[in-house]
């Protein structure tokens, strides 16, 4: 019955077979053999190309169906008891919380900005400075008692609240005001410059100033394109830093020329920082432009976030001549009641919530309402500002309310957004016949004229 053996006669004398039977017999079983192994192979991959189609269509669970049990056994004991039904509702719950999207973020626009044409010739009207007008002064050191000479020098000075309420009013009078040093012969209270950055600060007129402490953040230059010549020659643009950041900032190859300039900033460094919070310390700058710049009649600020790319001869002629204004702040572009803003800030863990919680308490107790937009004679259209782009004139009234707002910085948080709308209401409730001229602009505004960009530190 083999097929193999047809070459070979039964039962014969192989020594009567001839030599030819004999090699044709051996061959065909050769070839039998070999045909047998490639029929076993055909089927061998026959199946194993079918098994993998099924595997590849059905999955494993059809062949293997103990595979679910160890999985099912290796659940917590208090969800073994679990129903069938529940367990297919937080499946399904969560499958669906693994397809739900993200919600984007909302975008927000720039908006046109009728800037006049920076060929054109600027001209400051002649009716600008008709503001209110009084005599400020500064306290440029505390009188402490010999007896009290322990009490530690603050570079906001040590202000009472009779003082504090005091100051509020639109008069001739000293206030506090930063750069309040100790008793004499204690060290400085900090924010400390070399005299050849102040004499050139001295000299400046019109200023754009920023900061970065603590190298929280890059270098960004003005577009130099946008600028135009004039104001290269007559604006200062001053980036204020401490040792950390210049370090920083070099080993990124931005390094200050021999005249102390990169690009068109002139980079001043600070030492003896005032405070630890770095936020704090960049209040300075940012509120007092007037006592850093004594000469300058006009003042820009800008976060470090931001890039300039406009004129700033062309930012002074828009937000504060043509408006009749002497200070100008945008909005903020979300939130504008100081209830919602201390909502965001602690649920952000933006700042210590007992100290925003201390700040805001006091703040109602001094009469601070809820933001109404429905009311026709609301005092601002907002009182929470962006606060990353002011534009100043250093008018009396410009000066007194930037010292007002620095010191509720000083005394509390560094959240400067909880404390403006308090600010300007408790200075105009203060002073009905002398107004402070905020123009509050629309924060598209400030996006069309400066360029966003993320902290180095985003928080």
């Not at 401490?242 to 900033?265: A, C, H, N, Y």
């Amino acid at each position: 019955m083999l097929p193999e053996r047809r070459g070979v006669v039964a039962g014969s004398d192989l020594s009567k077979v001839s030599d030819h039977n004999i090699e044709y017999g051996l061959r065909s079983v050769r070839r039998s053999r070999r045909s047998g192994r490639r029929r076993l192979l055909f089927w061998l991959f026959s199946f194993a190309a079918l098994f993998s189609i099924c595997i590849a269509t059905f999955g494993f669970k059809m062949f293997f169906h103990v595979v679910e049990e160890p999985q099912r056994n290796s659940l917590p004991t208090n969800a073994k008891n679990v129903s069938v039904e529940s367990e297919a509702e937080a499946v399904e719950a969560e499958a669906a919380e693994q397809t739900k999207k993200k919600p984007r973020r909302p975008r927000f626009n720039p908006c046109k900005v009728e800037l006049r044409d920076p060929d054109g010739t600027l001209v400051e009207p002649t009716a600008f400075s008709n503001f209110v007008n009084f005599s400020l002064h500064y306290v440029e050191r505390e009188n402490i008692p010999l007896s009290e000479n322990s009490v530690t020098p603050r570079f906001g000075g040590h202000q009472s609240l009779e003082e504090r309420e005091q100051s509020f009013r639109a008069v001739d009078q000293t206030i506090h005001c930063g750069f309040v040093q100790g008793f004499e012969g204690s060290q400085s209270t900090g924010f400390d410059l070399v005299k050849e950055d102040k004499a050139y600060m001295n000299t400046c007129t019109v200023v754009v100033s920023s900061c970065i402490f603590g190298s929280s953040d890059f270098l960004r230059r003005p577009t130099s394109k946008m600028i135009s010549e004039y104001s290269k020659k007559n604006v200062c643009f001053v980036m204020f830093v401490d040792k950390e950041t210049l370090v920083k900032l070099s080993t990124e190859g931005s390094v200050p020329d021999f005249r102390g300039f990169i690009g068109l900033w002139r980079i001043v460094v600070v030492r003896n920082l005032p405070y630890d919070d770095m936020r704090k310390t960049g209040k300075v700058p940012k509120f007092l432009s007037h006592r850093l710049f004594p000469s300058a009649r006009y003042s820009i600020w800008l976060d470090s976030k931001l890039r300039l790319h406009t004129d700033p001869m062309l930012i002074i002629e828009y937000f504060i001549w043509r408006k009749k204004s002497e200070y100008a702040i945008s909005n903020h572009y979300t939130r504008h009641c100081v209830w919602d803003e201390v909502r965001q800030n602690k649920r952000l863990n933006k700042y210590n919530h007992t100290a925003i919680d201390q700040q805001f308490m006091f703040y109602q107790s001094d009469g601070l309402q809820k933001f109404d937009p429905s009311d026709p004679n609301r005092p601002l259209p907002s009182y929470v500002p962006e606060g990353s782009f002011i534009v100043r004139a250093h008018t009396p009234m410009s000066n007194l309310f930037s010292c007002l707002w620095f010191n509720e910085v000083d005394r509390f948080t560094s959240r400067d957004q909880l404390s403006f709308g308090y600010t300007f209401l408790k200075l105009k409730r203060t002073n009905p016949d002398k107004p402070l001229v905020l123009h509050m602009f629309k924060d598209c505004e400030r996006r069309a004229i400066t360029k966003l960009f993320h902290h180095r530190n985003s928080d």
